[in-house]
């Protein structure tokens, strides 16, 4: 959407920007342009089908123009709104850190199956590269008695992650630490989704994640299983007798990872499949 603020309806403006959308190759054009115009004017999908012939004001103008120019750039829609919805709520998200993904929510069906909230109360979680802090947060607000503590190792993503945690009134303790480098005690959940791409993904991922997500919260190591490895071996010492680890995998990883969970000494490893169809979840106990 190009030019001086020309009395230009809301649905127009939805036209112009799925125009320019498709005309810079991305698939969900349409959609991206109606959760664009939408955040820019405040108005949710049904007020905009009624409010189509409005005019946009001379700042909704500028600010559909801006948020336009973003995308079609190749900027992801959750970083141009800032927020990215999961499980129950909104997190703030930035450059620093992964936009939570829905694969992940798959973490807290399996937490709450093995540790029914009603029957566990102070729980102690601990959550491995917390990032936004979505998983973290989300699985407080299930375990409401809980104490938990999130790591990362990357400063500006626990800011995310403690500004969140704030913006929702929860608490939670935040530590910047190489995996369980600075860690201590024992608890009863130990969660992560750490990152699990290989070299050769890496080669071939998309602009939009290769540009986007920090390089941190993707790269696994050569074969993507780094990060399982340490956490396999160094998990147990940090496990209360029961306790389960509950790891988020790339979809090729099942047999691997359930390899290296066994050869550190786990039990009761079990592979879950997300909404696809595909490996996702994989919950392990001592
Ligand atoms: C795939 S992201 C997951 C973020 C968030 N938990 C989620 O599911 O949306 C992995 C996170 O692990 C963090 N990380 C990477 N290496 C780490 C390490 N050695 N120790 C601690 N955290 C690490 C990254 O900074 C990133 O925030």
Not at 132 to 149: C, K, N, P, W
Not at 235 to 262: F, P, R, S
Request: proline content about 4%; charged content about 20%.
């Amino acid at each position: 959407m190009r030019g001086p603020h020309s009395g230009i309806t809301l649905n127009s403006a939805r036209r112009l920007l799925t125009r320019d959308f498709e005309a810079a190759g991305i698939e969900t054009a349409a959609l991206d342009a109606r959760i664009l115009v939408g955040h820019c004017t405040g108005l949710s999908a049904a007020q905009m089908i009624a409010a189509g012939t409005d005019v946009l004001t001379p700042a909704q103008f500028d600010a559909v123009t801006a948020a336009a120019k973003r995308r079609a750039d190749g900027e992801p829609v959750d970083l141009i709104l800032g927020y990215r919805s999961f499980w129950k709520d909104r997190f703030a998200i930035s450059q620093d850190v992964l936009s939570p993904r829905p694969e992940t929510e798959g973490i807290i069906e399996q937490a709450i199956t093995l540790i029914p909230p009603a029957q566990n109360q102070g729980i102690k979680i601990l959550e491995l590269g917390v990032g936004s802090g979505a998983l973290i947060l989300s699985l407080l607000r299930e375990y409401e008695t809980a104490v938990a503590t999130g790591v990362d190792i990357s400063s500006a993503a626990l800011e995310v992650a403690s500004g969140n945690a704030q913006a929702l009134g929860l608490s939670c303790d935040f530590v910047c630490s190489d995996w369980f480098e600075n860690i201590e005690g024992r608890y009863d959940l130990i969660v992560s989704n750490p990152p699990y791409i290989t070299d050769a993904e890496m080669m071939e991922l998309s602009d939009e994640v290769a540009l986007h997500d920090p390089h941190l919260a993707l790269h696994g190591g050569v074969d993507g299983l780094d990060p399982y490895r340490t956490i396999a071996a160094q998990a147990g010492a940090y496990l209360n007798m029961g306790g389960h680890l509950i790891l988020e995998i790339g979809y090729q990883q099942g047999a691997d990872v359930n390899a290296i969970l066994k050869a550190a000494g786990f039990g009761a490893v079990n592979i879950h499949k997300d909404l696809s169809g595909h490996d996702r979840i994989v919950t392990a106990a001592l």
